[in-house]
């Protein structure tokens, strides 16, 4: 299937508004929520039990001068087990205009056993824009023991300031090409998150638990001015959620805003 979801919000008066909307399936979108400071959160949702061989998603999310929206899923998207030869995509573009705030924070992606998906995120943004991409992997369904029985995963992410690159990177996991298994620091791991915030202060250091820094390994930080990052892989899923979670929360901070509790807008 060929679905989509295009999504353009506006700064009307103290309020943001979805202004306009088109969505195509399997991809379909809950009403938003507002918030107490006028933006907006809008879940996304794949109906069915996930993405399929051959379907291609493309979700666009713009932020136009001033509005402020979070994008989150509901729940986990699931790369389903698909025939030697197909492979799913989606493809994420998000704009924040001037004075615009946009935060993307999809849950974990699992891909199945045979799966095989091809991913872009491309973020524009204006100088004043303030924007936040997150990324959570998991190297199959762990309980299951299904740890890298997935065909492949290839993602490519994008930040352009202003018509200038200012961050990139790329994923690319092969296991039955290449011994993903023992590869350096990704030797063992279960998940691996990343992400990046565009517009804060100083952050400062990431808090982690005790328990979280057990199963994590966890690098936070500034890279340019205004320009945070997070990279982390882990053997736990509850915490790498924790550290997905709290990155977002001092990324709140810095940017002066109440951080927003996502797991209220997720099953």
Not at 29 to 48: A, C, K, M, N, Y
Request: hydrophobic share 45%; aromatic share 6%.
């Amino acid at each position: 299937m060929d679905g989509c979801a295009d999504l353009v919000f506006a700064r009307r008066g103290a309020r943001t508004v979805l202004q306009r909307s088109r969505v195509e399936a399997p991809m379909t979108v809950v009403r938003p929520f507002e918030l107490s400071d006028g933006g907006l959160v809008v879940q996304l949702i794949t109906l069915g039990p996930g993405l399929c061989g051959g379907d291609a998603v493309r979700i666009s999310v713009a932020a136009e001068d001033g509005a402020r929206v979070i994008v989150t899923t509901t729940s986990a998207t699931k790369v389903l087990t698909m025939a030697d030869g197909r492979h799913a995509e989606q493809h994420v573009l998000l704009h924040a205009g001037d004075g615009a705030s946009l935060e993307y924070y999809p849950a974990v992606t699992i891909p199945f056993p045979g799966s095989s998906l091809k991913q872009t995120v491309t973020v524009t943004a204006a100088p004043t824009a303030r924007v936040g991409v997150t990324e959570c992997w998991a190297f199959g369904r762990v309980a299951r023991g299904e740890y890298l029985a997935f065909r492949s995963i290839a993602s490519r992410t994008a930040l352009a300031l202003d018509g200038r690159l200012l961050y990139a990177d790329a994923l690319d996991l092969d296991p039955a090409v290449n011994d993903v298994a023992s590869a350096g620091v990704l030797s063992n791991r279960r998940y691996l998150a990343a992400g990046f915030w565009l517009g804060v202060g100083k952050v400062g250091e990431l808090p982690v638990s005790p328990e979280a820094a057990a199963a994590t390994e966890v690098a936070f930080g500034q890279t340019a001015p205004g320009l945070a990052y997070l990279r982390a892989l882990g053997d736990d899923g509850p915490a790498m959620d924790a550290v997905v979670r709290r990155s977002v929360e001092l990324a709140s901070r810095a940017w002066g805003v109440a951080p927003v509790r996502l797991d209220r807008f997720r099953c």
